[in-house]
């Protein structure tokens, strides 16, 4: 299947430096921040971001799964790992790679506000898919809109193949 560039990973790495200025500029210095990571998509752009935090960071993992091995939502979350440290009284930073239907990100806010009252809760996506939106989410911070394409690379997968690539594609 032939792979047509969208995003070099120049362009990517830039941007998500910008997208860390903000974060920085926003949240104070010397406050913790608990960056939840949802896997396995934002496993890239996660890792890029963190880089370049400035505040003290907790890294914290979830894996959930909406989309399974199809290009298109399955309308139901998987929480195949989702256990997270006490959430009470924390900056919380929620990192996606793309939000789509907002189904999963719903999801994953629902269960945080389950786990009793974090201080403050940002969400920051590397894609928004505006056109796809089904549930009542707003990225705080987003690096990139994208229309309604299917696009691989950079954590993100097509069948579980492309996530290790380097920049954004997209198949025709
Ligand atoms: P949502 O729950 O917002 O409908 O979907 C979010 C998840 O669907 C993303 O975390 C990602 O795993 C998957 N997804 C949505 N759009 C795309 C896309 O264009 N490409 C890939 N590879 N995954 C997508």
Same mark, same amino acid.
């Given at each position: 299947?032939?792979?047509?560039?969208?995003i070099?990973?120049?362009?990517?790495n830039?941007?998500?430096?910008?997208?860390?200025d903000?974060?920085n500029n926003d949240?104070?210095?010397?406050?913790?921040?608990?960056a939840?990571?949802?896997?396995?998509?934002?496993?890239?752009?996660?890792a890029?971001?963190?880089?370049?935090?400035?505040?003290p960071v907790?890294?914290e993992?979830?894996?959930?799964s909406?989309?399974?091995?199809?290009?298109?939502?399955s309308?139901k &979350?998987?929480?195949?790992? *989702?256990s997270?440290?006490? #959430?009470? @009284? %924390?900056?919380?930073?929620?990192?996606?790679?793309?939000v789509?239907?907002?189904?999963t990100?719903?999801?994953?806010l629902?269960y945080?506000?389950?786990?009793?009252?974090?201080?403050e809760?940002?969400l920051?996506t590397l894609?928004d898919?505006?056109?796809?939106?089904k549930y009542?989410?707003?990225?705080?911070?987003?690096a990139f809109? &994208?229309?309604?394409?299917? *696009?691989?690379?950079?954590? #993100?997968? @097509? %069948?579980?193949?492309?996530r290790?690539?380097p920049?954004i594609?997209?198949?025709?």
């Open positions: 299947m032939e792979l047509k560039t969208l070099d990973e120049n362009k990517l830039q941007r998500i430096k910008e997208l860390a903000e974060i949240f104070t210095c010397d406050e913790p921040v608990i939840i990571c949802i896997l396995k998509g934002a496993v890239m752009f996660y890029e971001l963190m880089k370049h935090l400035k505040m907790k890294m993992f979830v894996r959930l909406s989309y399974g091995n199809s290009k298109t939502s309308g &979350v998987s929480a195949l790992n *989702i997270l440290p006490p #959430l009470e @009284n %924390q900056k919380v930073l929620v990192v996606e790679d793309i789509d239907t907002g189904l990100l719903n999801f994953l629902n945080i506000k389950e786990k009793g009252q974090a201080k809760v940002k920051v894609f898919k505006k056109c796809a939106r009542n989410v707003h990225p705080d911070y987003c809109d &994208v229309d309604n394409k299917f *696009i691989v690379g950079f954590g #993100l997968d @097509n %069948q579980e193949f492309y290790n690539i920049y594609g997209y198949i025709e």
